[in-house]
C-alpha cells in the first residue's frame, strides 16, 4: 500500500525503496518487542523452588 501511495504521488524508485526499508525495520523491531513481551509474561508465571 505504500508503495502505491508513494508511486502515485510521484516519488521517485530510490525514495520508495528506501521509505519501504525503513517500514521494515520499524516493523520487525514491533513484532520482536511484542514476541519478546508475550513469552516474559508467559514464562513468568512458574514459581520454582531451587
Known amino acids: ?3 502505491s ?3 502515485a504521488a510521484g ?3 530510490n525514495e ?3 521509505i519501504t526499508g525503513i517500514i ?3 516493523g520487525s523491531c514491533v513484532a520482536y518487542m511484542l514476541a519478546e513481551g508475550i513469552s516474559d509474561s508467559a514464562g513468568g508465571t512458574e514459581d520454582s523452588e531451587e
Open 1 to 3: 500500500m505504500v508503495t
Open 5 to 7: 501511495v508513494l508511486t
Open 24 to 26: 521494515g525495520a520499524i
Open 11 to 13: 516519488a521517485g524508485e
Open 16 to 18: 520508495v525503496l528506501h
